[in-house]
Every structure is written in C-alpha cells, then in structure tokens.
C-alpha cells in the first residue's frame, strides 16, 4: 500500500487512479478504508481514494508530538489533500465527522463538494457508545485494558457497540473486518498511544456547538445521508444537518445503520454518484462514466 509522509507522520492510502472525478473517502473509529470494499465495485469511473486516518486502526504509528485531536486529525486530513495535490475533491464521511473542521480551519479550497453519511456532527463527538474509552484515554493502563475485550467475538459483536453499526448479518466478514480494525492497537504501542490521543481528543460541548455554527459558512453542495435504523448518529442530526449547510439535501436510507457503505454499498454509491453528476453538471465539470463493475468482496 502506498503511503505519503506528512509532517505528523505516514499516512498509508489506496488509490484506484484515473482522470475520473476524485471522492475522498474517509473512515470511522478504528476503522480503515475497508470499510468501503463493498461499495467500490459501483464507482467505476471515479478516482476512489481510501485514506488511512490515525483514528487507531492505522498501521504506521504517527510522530509522537502530533496533534491527533479532533482538529489534529482534520489538519492531517487537510494535509493529506495537499500532499497528492487533489483537486474538485468530493469529500466523503462516514462515522467520524471530523472532516468538517477543515472548514473552521478555512482548508476547503480543494473540496467542491461534501457528504456527510451517517456520521458525527454538532455534540456528537464521540457518540453516546464510545464516550467510555474517551473516559479511559485520560487513564492509559486501564484504556489498554478496555481495549483487551474487543480480542472476544461476542464482545465485538454486542448491538450497543460495533455490532450494532450494521444490519447486515449476512456479511461473513464483517467480524474478521471489525477484528482487524482493532489489531493494531492491540499489538502495536506506539499505535495504541495515538489511539489514546485521538480519544480523548474532543473538544467540550460547548466548544463544539460553536464548532458547528462556524462551518455553516460552507456554501457548496453538501449531501447528507441518514441511517433509518442507526443508534449511534441522532435520527434528528440528518434533517438538521440538511438544514444547517446553505446548500444542501437530505436522503434517508432504509435497512441501514451506521455503515452504510456495508449495509447499502450499491445504494450509497448511487446517491453519490448522482450528487457527483449533478453538481458537476450545473459547475461544468467533465461527464461521469456510469461503468460498474462486477460486485465482490476483496
């Protein structure tokens, strides 16, 4: 896997290449760019591209001064976007949403478009599900500890955790993917140690209200799309996020939670395709190929 160095440190990436229009597709916690695979065969045409973010399951660990805060990582993110000189860049989110402070930080030159999919938003950082081990990053050995029980199926599986960020039970892989999400901080320090910083990196509430009143100076087209079933994002948060951007339109995915991109791969990589048609449409961008691959799990 290719990898770029930036000045917090590597940041590994996959990168289909082509002149196609360029998505950015981004990760949860500690997720990595996997989490995409099943949604990848339907963007044939695009230049898809996977950054490992320093979220916990990357696998190259991050300088140790590096700011991994919320803000931290967007910069890394920002960064990132320049380093491989991307432009006209739709930039995609999924459960972390920290994507939209590059907007409080004035690094959307480089972005035409923004969609928000079932991710954090407003005082939803971390969701209700994760606030324990961003209680335990303030105490080291006892989050290391805590990390431990995601070595266990049954652990990894429970539908107030991980388990329950998708409703497709017939997805074979889905634990092997949650399993290797965690492997690195279970087996590498220097991993686990950014692990802990980026927990316990959110601001306070009040801080991130104001956060979020600063990013509706984001004019461009922004999709959002909500979860029907997810417990981990608000149900409220997708119509008002949908209200929050100057411009910007809401869809509703049923049979979903928060991993979309597992749950309704060829559904999302419609709406998105669609959102990338349209705008580039109306902003004069070159055409689409509408190609789609054959569907298959990597």
């Known amino acids: 896997m290719p990898s770029v160095e930036l000045s917090a440190g590597p940041i590994d990436f996959e990168d289909t290449g082509g002149d196609g229009p360029v998505l950015v597709l981004l990760h949860g916690v500690p997720m990595d760019g996997r989490v995409w695979r099943r949604a990848l065969p339907y963007l044939g045409g695009f230049r898809v591209i996977r950054p490992t973010l320093p979220l916990g399951g990357h696998r190259q660990p991050m300088r140790p001064d590096a700011d991994l805060s919320q803000q931290g990582v967007a910069n890394i993110l ?50 209700k599900a994760a606030k324990p081990l961003a209680v335990l990053s303030k105490m080291p050995p006892l989050f290391t500890a805590a990390l431990q029980l995601f070595r266990m199926e049954s652990f990894r599986q429970m539908s107030s955790g991980y388990g329950g960020m998708s409703v497709d039970k017939s997805y074979h892989l889905y634990d092997d993917l949650v399993h290797g999400w965690f492997a690195p901080a279970l087996t590498d320090r220097a991993i686990r140690r950014d692990f802990i910083k980026f927990a316990g990196g959110a601001p306070g509430r009040d801080e991130l209200l104001e956060l979020a009143e600063g990013q509706q100076k984001f004019t461009k087209p922004v999709l959002v799309v909500w979860a029907d079933q997810d417990t981990m994002m608000p149900a409220e948060h997708g119509p008002r996020l949908a209200a929050h951007y100057p411009d910007a339109r809401l869809e509703i995915v049923k ?19 669609a959102f ?23």
């Open 78 to 127: 920002g960064d990132f976007l320049d380093a491989l000189d991307l432009h006209d860049v739709t930039l995609v989110l999924n459960d972390w949403g920290g994507g939209q402070f590059l907007i409080n930080a004035d690094r959307t030159d480089r972005i035409a478009r923004l969609a928000l999919v079932a991710c954090e938003a407003f005082d939803n950082y971390p969701p």
């Open 255 to 273: 049979d979903s939670s928060t991993l979309v991109p597992i749950d309704q791969p060829e559904l999302l990589a419609g709406l998105l395709r």
């Open 276 to 298: 990338v048609v349209e705008q580039s449409a109306l902003g004069g961008s070159g055409p689409v190929d509408p190609v789609r691959e054959e569907a298959r799990d990597e």
